[in-house]
DNA sequence: CAGCAGGGGGCGT
DNA sequence: CGCCCCCTGCTGG
């Protein structure tokens, strides 16, 4: 009996991690069943290698790979007949599970997983898993702790953008806000960008400051009304921010984080984050009547594309690199980072930020970056992206300025 | 009521 | 096709 016991005992004692990877078994299994139908269906199986072959992409990100095979078998005709596809005589791709039809192919997978039942994104921390890569996406700022989202007419924030909407009409009775979409003049660099962060395991999430409030000023004038914000970049203004202890700075510098727990790693930062300036953490919001509240950026020596561009809430320049030396000189102190091997840690901490909301200050130690890059040197990362968030005059910044050192980093070539 | 997840639409490239 | 945004529904405090 007590033997039983503690035998229930190391097994409630392992069970996080096991039921963690359980569920990631099962849902491979699933994945793999529903592989099985689809290949049946189809007339072929795939092999894991051919699925990669067909979404490379799905590698990289560590996701399933994609089982809802998209073949058109016949070229002509309506109502082409594919794996769990049909196409309606206007060009719409339709379900033929239901009735749902959409003109993007991509769009009609995504929503044959729900049919299917198959999630291949998920959570590299919990056993959250869905057939949107959006959803993971907010779902990681649940365990970072990001709320990056602000009601203007009271204190709540939130992780999610539709919750705020949810919120503003629940709690003020309000209409949803439409957000304008990007404030780039140039959409070209906007795009590169886009792909650019991407590329850098960023996901879709930009690390831009897209304050809707500036869509309110007409494209022009964003390369003419930031001049005379420029001195808003004062770098005096950032040594007040505050600091993380001196001496556990140092100490993580030294040491770097030794989580066990990925999720301790996530959630330690994210405290971190949240400590690092609370006017800092202010989201921009989405309203107009925020516009007070926008936050210039720099993005320096954002890529070979040598950019130089301004808007009202976003400057982005070419700077020539500084040396590894001078590098610290122009990073806040406020937040240093210990990277295992956990890049997600890392994707979920710095990428705070998307489409109108800010991101947090980060200063990375030389060793850490060297860590860094040494991590992500076969991700070509490129680590001359300097990304400097200016705060509501208390600017804080993202700081590197050297390319790899190791000479593998180097972006893809976009083209 | 907030948090979270599921699902779909619009638009630019 | 990718990105961004929105709405809806469920759950728990």
Not at 20 to 30: D, N, P, R
Not at 110 to 137: D, N
Not at 257 to 280: C, I, M, R, Y
């Amino acid at each position: 009996m007590a033997q039983h016991t503690r035998r229930n005992m190391e097994e409630i004692k392992t069970e996080p991690v096991d039921f963690v990877k359980e569920f990631q078994e099962y849902l491979t299994q699933q994945t793999q069943h529903v592989n099985m139908i689809s290949g049946s269906v189809c007339g072929e199986k795939e092999t894991a290698e051919s699925f990669q072959a067909v979404a490379p992409r799905c590698e990289q990100n560590g996701l399933d790979p994609p089982s809802v095979e998209v073949r058109l078998s016949v070229e002509d005709g309506s109502d082409v007949q594919m794996d769990g596809l049909e196409r309606t005589c206007d060009g719409k791709y339709k379900c033929s599970y239901c009735s749902y039809a959409n003109k993007g192919m991509a769009r009609l997978i995504e929503h044959i997983r729900i049919h299917t039942g198959e999630k291949p994104h998920r959570c590299q921390l919990c056993p959250f898993a869905s057939a949107y890569e959006r959803h993971l996406e907010a779902h990681m700022r649940s365990h970072t702790g990001e709320k990056p989202y602000k009601c203007d007419l009271c204190a709540f924030r939130c992780s999610d953008r539709s919750n705020l909407s949810h919120h503003r009409r629940r709690r003020h009775k309000l209409l949803p806000t439409r957000v304008a979409r990007s404030p780039f003049s140039n959409k070209r660099m906007l795009s590169a960008l886009q792909k650019r962060t991407a590329s850098l395991g960023f996901g879709r999430r930009l690390l831009i400051n897209l304050n809707p409030a500036s869509v309110m000023m007409p494209k022009s004038d964003f390369l003419t009304d930031l001049s005379h914000k420029i001195h808003h970049l004062n770098s005096s203004e950032y040594k007040n921010a505050p600091r993380v202890d001196e001496k556990e700075s140092r100490n993580r510098s030294a040491n770097g984080l030794t989580f066990k727990n990925p999720l301790d790693q996530v959630s330690t930062l994210a405290g971190q984050l949240a400590e690092l300036h609370p006017e800092s953490q202010t989201p921009v919001s989405p309203d107009r009547e925020s516009i007070k509240d926008e936050k210039p950026i720099l993005i320096h020596n954002v890529s070979s594309e040598q950019v130089a561009m301004c808007s009202n809430g976003v400057q982005i320049s070419s700077l020539k690199k500084e040396s590894p030396t001078s590098r610290h000189e122009n990073c806040s102190p406020a937040l240093s980072l210990g990277f295992e091997n956990n890049m997600n840690a890392l994707t979920a901490c710095v990428s705070n930020s998307q489409s109108g909301t800010p991101a947090p200050a980060l200063t990375i130690p030389d060793q850490q970056v060297n860590t860094i890059l040494d991590h992500f040197g076969s991700k070509s990362l490129l680590w001359d992206q300097v990304i400097v968030w200016h705060h509501s005059g208390s600017p804080s910044m993202l700081c590197g300025g050297t390319e790899n050192p190791a000479g593998q980093g180097g972006l893809p070539s976009s083209g």
